[in-house]
């Protein structure tokens, strides 16, 4: 029996098991000075061309298709917003694919390319919450030093910006990724996932100035950045007519034992808190459909309810059920909460930590919301500009606010807003800065991206082309793939010891050949 | 040539090791005291107030 066979059950015969594989891809905002968003393809190519760590170029797409849809389709191909085309200069030649994304599989086993005009930073997948806060936090000091190298090259200010719109109607994405059991069906999924996807923004919102999309006659201060952007409830798009829940079928893993979440729907938090809680939430949360429950409340319009709580500036945040009658977002959490803490106290120490500070932190929302502004993003930014309006004697609709707003989310230190806060010590840390510094160019010890990792600092020269599933390489003249699928349960460990005490290649080929011991 | 591990990891593994508990073992408490904010009200008065009008993006995932 495989190891993937053993734990396909897992789920179901032993509801504590909570450790999951995960990791988050942001697309960074970019503002090069006298460019504008029709050169930011280039800019962005530039950009990541200017990382001077150990890499190697060559994605590996094995078995990744956007189009395939886990519901059992594959769609013919995927929506696009049309405002882009005006950014398209008429007669440029086409540039090739792997040109054009500028691959570069780091070190650190992380995956930094240029995604339609945007840094893409996708973190190594992580089993633990302070390892993806340290790889997250990771990616945002390796995107600042390439915006400076490119700036120094060019002589011209670049700012990078961890955010999630324009202000204009453009948005772009903070993506996460959960491995989860393929016996979860696709309608239990959806089904179970919306109402918490829909109301997480509450403690895991990165807060927005105004309204995209529509329009209001009153100005707002929003929880999120990204829900004006969702029209649908599920489906397998992203960059236009964008769904609450992406089924997008591409698990990185053996696919007939796995499936991945990839939730869309999140904001870029700059809060260390607010980017462990979100995933840990959402990790017990599907851990809960993994398990059997689906919760008791369905609601009757997620599309509108999503953005209903965002501009809901009474902060009551409450939506229609299907069945009639309302409920709040609070109720909604706490709904989940419950039950994860009936099937997973005690099932790890990140579970518990996540328990305890979701109550905490819906406790404080429904006391006071300052008392979580030193953790949740849109109540510090709210905090933060409040506190200037009242000084200079402005409101929401005053241009400089949605310009405070984009610079709570620039990354550069001497002028971002969520950095001054942070160097003020009122924001709460998970990772020091020191283990962040060694996330840049070390992959998490416990997954498989430490083979990756070591592929790339120390056979990089043989690697063909590298992926979340596997590696292509050569040796000794023969072509050979190493096929990570299988490698996503905890027992990598071993194989990562294992490899880590080789000084060749071919000794890594001889551990990856090496039958394996009898049970 | 295609290279499988998934026949050798189905040893029996070791029990996980405990978590590290993070920096310094866990998270901190709580601070809920309003920041002072006089540094970033000089910060946030530097700030262009037209670079939001200015911030166009090409739209991502």
Redesign the interface.
């Known amino acids: 029996m495989s190891v993937g066979e053993r734990l396909q059950g897992a789920p179901t015969d032993s509801p504590k098991r909570m450790q999951r594989l995960f990791g988050i891809e942001t697309e960074y905002g970019i503002a090069v000075e006298g460019k504008g968003a029709g050169d930011l393809i280039q800019e962005s190519i530039q950009l990541v061309r200017s990382y001077s760590g150990s890499f190697v170029t060559g994605w590996n797409y094995r078995g990744e298709d956007a189009r395939r849809d886990m519901r059992g389709f594959t769609v013919e191909r995927l929506s696009t917003n049309p405002d882009d085309a005006q950014f398209d200069a008429p007669g440029r030649p086409p540039m090739s694919m792997s040109e054009e994304r500028s691959d570069r599989v780091l070190a650190n086993g992380a995956r930094f390319y240029n995604d339609h005009g945007h840094p893409e930073y996708s973190t190594p997948e992580c089993s633990q919450l302070r390892d993806l806060v340290a790889h997250d936090r990771a990616g945002e000091r390796i995107v600042l030093e390439c915006a400076r190298r490119r700036s120094a090259a060019i002589g011209v200010p670049i700012s990078i910006y961890k955010n999630n719109t324009d202000f204009h109607g453009a948005s772009y994405g903070t993506h996460e990724g959960y491995l989860m059991s393929r016996e979860v069906p696709c309608d239990i999924l959806i089904a179970g996932m919306l109402p918490f996807l829909v109301t997480r923004q509450i403690y895991a919102g990165a807060g927005k100035v105004g309204v995209e999309v529509d329009r209001l006659d009153t100005p707002v201060y929003q929880l999120s950045q990204r829900a004006d952007f969702f029209s649908v409830e599920a489906s397998v798009d992203t960059l236009h007519n964008r769904p609450i829940v992406n089924t997008r079928d591409e698990p990185h893993a053996t696919p007939r034992l796995y499936r991945r979440l990839h939730v869309i729907v999140g904001d870029a938090n700059m809060s260390e808190w607010a980017t462990a809680v979100k995933v840990g939430t959402t990790s017990l949360a599907i851990g809960l459909l993994e398990s059997g429950w689906t919760p008791p409340v369905r609601l009757k319009n997620p599309v509108g309810a999503i953005k209903e709580i965002s501009r809901d500036q009474t902060l009551r945040w409450l939506v229609t059920r299907e069945e009639g009658g309302t409920i709040s977002a609070l109720e909604i959490q706490r709904l989940y909460l419950a039950e994860a803490q009936r099937r997973f106290q005690g099932a790890t120490p990140d579970a518990d930590w996540t328990l305890s500070e979701w109550e905490m932190v819906l406790d404080a929302l429904e006391r006071d919301i300052l008392l979580a502004a030193d953790r949740v993003d849109w109540i510090a930014k709210r905090q933060l500009l409040e506190q200037f309006m009242g000084a200079e004697g402005l409101d929401w609709t005053d241009p400089v606010m949605q310009s405070l707003d984009l610079a709570y989310h620039d990354l550069d230190p001497e002028l971002g807003l969520y950095q001054g806060l942070e160097q003020e010590g009122v924001m709460r840390r998970l990772v020091t800065d020191r283990r962040i510094e060694g996330a840049m160019t070390c992959p998490p010890q416990d997954t498989r991206a430490f083979l990756r990792g070591l592929f790339v600092s120390r056979h990089g020269s043989a690697v063909r082309s590298i992926g979340w599933n596997g590696v292509a390489f050569t040796h000794e003249g023969e072509d050979l793939l190493f096929d990570m699928n299988p490698l996503v349960e905890p027992n990598v460990q071993l194989l990562n010891e294992e490899m880590s005490a080789t000084s060749s290649l071919a000794e890594v080929v001889q551990v990856i050949k090496k039958p394996a011991a009898q049970e | 040539?295609?290279?499988?591990?998934?026949?050798?990891?189905?040893?029996?593994?070791?029990p996980?090791p405990?978590?590290?508990?993070?920096?310094?073992g866990?998270?901190?408490k709580?601070?809920?005291?309003?920041?002072?904010?006089s540094?970033?009200?000089k910060?946030?008065k530097?700030?262009?107030?037209?670079?939001?009008?200015?911030?166009?993006?090409?739209?991502?995932?």
């Not at chain 2, 405990?18 to 310094?24: M, N």
């Not at chain 2, 709580?30 to 904010?37: A, M």
């Not at chain 2, 530097?46 to 995932?61: F, I, K, T």
């Open positions: 040539m295609h290279i499988r591990v998934e026949e050798r990891t189905t040893r029996p593994t070791s996980v405990d978590r590290k508990e993070g920096d310094g866990g998270p901190n709580p601070n809920v005291k309003r920041p002072d904010t540094d970033l009200l910060r946030m530097r700030v262009d107030p037209n670079a939001a009008r200015r911030y166009r993006q090409r739209s991502g995932e």
